[in-house]
């Protein structure tokens, strides 16, 4: 979704035609509604220059006669946020989707006795990325006790709330979240199987408001929903490639430190061998 996103991002500034790889618009097609761009025949031999896309911007323009394939991994929010519109459009869900997604809600409200609930959608990246942060940015999972404070600042803001779960890891989420709360307001949604990701997907396009954690796909969720966004940062020696460029793109999100004091001596005394029962209350940081 990014690298069609960026692609469309390139096409608008550029003013040229763009192609997809026709694997990249079969995997889309699983789960949108047909693409406006075409792909590019299957016998295609291209042999292309690879470049990044700021380099493309850069040092592109539309009377270059070269074709480029943008390599990488893009994350560009600052480039396709102009043209957000079109974006959404081209991510029109297949309408099952979007179905089952408004009957599973309902069903959730039903489920806790809510007739008007204010959905918030809640994604939680853990698996992979317990791997991916301490390499890639020196950086380490946020714990349950990001999630309760993301939720109580939720809470604070929109009356009803119904925090609908959806992860890759929900046993972990069942008891750090929904058994440590202890609150009828928290639902484990989502079936985890990330082999099928459009009705997650769908699901937290489908709510008001969001929470995320890690990763591309709670990004996704929570720039479809369109609602308030609340955000971990400083999990990291440095930030990720989609947390830089979601400020660069000036979206209205609110970051929220990803760890207190409390959390960050508990985790020094683990690493060391010892870990701590003490108890202390510590304010988080909430920026804009």
Known sequence: MFEYATLLAASHILQ???WLLPEMKDTLEKYFEPLSTPALPRECK???TEISIDALIKNASKDDEKSYLIGGYPTSVHLFHPIRDRVLREFTFRPELPQSADRRL???AHQVNMTSPTFIGVHVRRTDYAQWLPKMVEGRLVDGDFLERALALMRS???DALFV???????WCRRELVSRANSSDIVLAGDGVQSRPGADLALLAACNHSIIT???FGFWGAYMSGGDVVKPTGYGQRKTGVENNVRRAGLNWTWIEAFTSQ????????VGGRRS???TTAESVIRH
Do not use: C, F, M, Q
């Not at 779960?165 to 046993?171: G, P």
């Not at 959390?263 to 683990?270: H, L, N, R, Y």
């Open 16 to 18: 040229r035609p763009v």
């Open 46 to 48: 291209y042999n292309w």
């Open 106 to 108: 309902a069903e959730l």
């Open 157 to 159: 803001r929109h009356r």
């Open 165 to 171: 779960v959806v992860s890759d890891d929900l046993e």
């Open 214 to 216: 890690h990763g591309t």
């Open 263 to 270: 959390t960050t001596a508990e985790a020094a005394e683990i």
């Open 277 to 279: 029962s003490k108890r």
